[in-house]
């Protein structure tokens, strides 16, 4: 029996992409806009595991396991009045009374979600469980066999970083034994932003999905504009204004990729380099997370979305524009109807997997890191038509791999360029520049230092404690598509690369750099403040430091993940810009959330009393 996972989706951002992604999943189970079984366009049905995300509610009605929540209604409301509006439930549905939303401040959406509706006398644990967790615990439990949690929401505002905080903590108090992943979008941070308190909101959220979350999808707004996906968009003529539409649509392919293989019938592999049958969320975070401390993954696209989505660009054709997803979408086939994409095949996709143009998180000519682990999930064509076995078998699995080792695209650090930097070295010479150049402006400033960003060009080798191994899950092709944009017998594969990469730490270290420029005077605390019990400046700084302290330590633990010792290290306390490898052993191990209260918040959230 499969075991059930429950999403929620918080903010603008998070139920932008949750459309998409919820359009994308009716399309491969064969389920129409309202979750409508249908059969396939060769009269046949699925035969796979959609009851994993989809509740029955009828002999051939389906709805998604999913909360819904944002304090400002607009984007629901269009969901709700979309082509989709059957297919979610209303009871599921969480919106502010007032309708004005968090106003990008962390600490609104945060104490907003406990007391919205339920008026300002209500303790917030309270008042948090009688709304907002109470449709969580009632979807869980219409679930037989609980296997987590998946949340999607943006850390850079105020609901998806505040009430994304209070949710994660909430799921740790009541489900602790359950999984939790998030797919966290990280706002722009280079040049200009559009959420100027984006620092305050990302450190604040950082520290409870490092307490809290058992795996961290990271997708960074920073990232993509230097991807070679938004380079091809381009080439596709779309707007500048629409990359919103397009980030959201990345975001929701890469994730039906990755629950693709608990949902689509998969092919087993040989030992170490693929994994079979349904591969559940508890698999892929043991595959990928060796450590509590380490449990921010990259993902990365092996050709951008298919044009069978929700989105089509504006005069492609094949399509309704549906405003609530928040942009257009460019049109790509299957096989070959955009540049860089036609005719791959497997071999030719797990070399893309591995370039750093293809991540969708990391700082742009940032470090070359090292790989802790690395899961593939393939989407493959199926010679036997829709819902049928992939038609790739373990063997090409294995070609493909052996191929990637004799190009030397699987090392370890043993056998890369003894002149490849450590991240540790990368952020110290980029601190050496900064300090030179004290003069230039920030946004100028190169990231690698003395470093050139094109000498970072290869896949990055795994770091010396691990084997350099790749695991990959193949699963069959969707089960129904739309006649028009059918996908052929054996097409071409699409794949997605979960990485765990230890040079995402530089993409940390930029989040701490402007939250210093900002802390620095003390920026914008009325702001938050005037949102806490105690309105004390002070108790928000100490707040605020301890994030910092947090981010800090999760710099040091992926920085001493590159070294040959870190099983036997203990860990560190300051920044590895500051620090040698050796001196980061100073510092006790770090507790998981299921060893130690996750935040001084879970005990001082009442309104009558603590710090907040």
């Avoid at 990368?426 to 094109?454: E, K, V």
């Avoid at 040698?580 to 100073?586: D, E, N, P």
Wanted: proline share 8%; net charge negative; charged share 15%.
């Amino acid at each position: 029996m499969s075991k059930e996972i429950v999403s929620i989706q918080l903010g603008q951002c998070g139920n932008q992409v949750g459309l998409s992604y919820w359009s994308a999943l009716c399309r491969e189970h064969g389920l129409s806009p309202d979750g409508v079984v249908q059969s396939t366009p060769l009269g046949q049905h699925t035969s796979d595991m959609k009851d994993i995300f989809f509740s029955q509610v009828s002999d051939h009605k389906w709805v998604p396991r999913l909360v819904m929540a944002d304090l400002e209604p607009r984007v629901i409301d269009q969901v709700l009045v979309g082509p989709h509006a059957d297919l979610f439930r209303r009871d599921r549905v969480f919106k502010g009374s007032d309708g004005g939303g968090a106003g990008n401040v962390w600490t609104k959406g945060y104490w907003e979600s406990a007391t919205s509706g339920a008026g300002t006398d209500a303790p917030s644990d309270l008042a948090f469980e009688f709304l907002l967790g109470d449709m969580i615990n009632r979807e869980a439990e219409a679930c037989d066999r609980l296997e987590g949690f998946m949340l999607t929401h943006s850390i850079g505002g105020g609901t998806g970083a505040g009430v994304g905080s209070r949710t994660l903590e909430w799921l740790v108090d009541n489900f602790p034994s359950k999984h939790i992943q998030t797919s966290s979008i990280f706002p722009q941070i280079r040049g200009s932003s559009d959420v100027v308190l984006a620092p305050y909101n990302v450190l604040l959220s950082l520290r409870r999905l490092a307490e809290c979350a058992d795996a961290v999808f990271v997708f960074d707004n920073s990232a993509f504009a230097n991807s070679s996906h938004f380079r091809q968009s381009q080439l596709a003529g779309l707007a500048p204004k629409e990359s919103f539409g397009v980030n959201n649509r990345f975001i929701a392919r890469a994730l039906a990729l990755a629950t693709a293989p608990m949902r689509l019938p998969s092919t087993p592999g040989g030992p170490g380099s693929a994994s079979g049958g349904s591969a559940g969320l508890g698999g892929i975070i043991a595959s990928l997370v060796p450590d509590s401390r380490l449990q921010f993954l990259t993902p990365s696209l092996s050709a951008w979305p298919r044009a069978v989505g929700d989105l089509p660009l504006a005069g492609a054709g094949g399509g309704d524009f549906d405003p609530a997803l928040g942009g257009g979408m460019y049109p790509l086939s299957g096989r070959g109807a955009g540049p860089g994409t036609g005719g791959q095949t497997l071999r030719d996709m797990l070399p893309n997997l591995l370039r750093p143009d293809h991540r969708l998180a990391g700082a742009p000519g940032g470090p070359p890191g090292r790989l802790i682990a690395a899961w593939a999930s393939i989407s493959s064509g199926s010679a036997g038509g829709p819902g049928a076995a992939p038609s790739l078998e373990a063997h090409d699995v294995h070609h493909a791999l052996a191929r990637l080792r004799h190009r030397g695209l699987l090392v370890s650090t043993s056998h890369a360029p003894s002149s490849l930097p450590t991240t540790a070295q990368f952020l110290a010479l980029g601190q050496q520049a900064a300090t030179a150049a004290a003069a230039m402006s920030h946004d100028h400033l190169p990231a690698g230092g003395g470093f050139r960003r094109q000498a970072f060009s290869s896949p990055p080798p795994f770091a010396p404690w691990v084997p350099a191994s790749l695991q990959i899950a193949v699963s069959g092709q969707p089960a129904a598509m739309p006649a028009a944009t059918e996908p052929a017998p054996n097409q071409a594969p699409d794949g997605l690369l979960l990485s765990n990469w230890t040079g995402i730490a530089a993409t940390f270290h930029e989040y701490c750099t402007a939250f210093s420029r900002m802390n620095t005077r003390r920026a914008y605390y009325r702001q938050y403040t005037a949102y806490l019990p105690s309105q004390s400046d002070a108790d928000f700084h100490e707040e605020l430091m301890q994030c910092y302290d947090a981010v800090r330590d999760l710099i040091s633990e992926y920085s001493l993940a590159e070294t040959a010792d870190y099983l036997t290290a203990t860990g560190a306390e300051d920044s590895p810009a500051d620090l040698t490898a050796h001196q980061y052993q100073q510092r006790p191990p770090h507790q998981h959330h299921s060893d130690h209260p996750h935040s001084y918040l879970s005990h001082h959230n009442h309104l009558s009393g603590g710090r907040f």
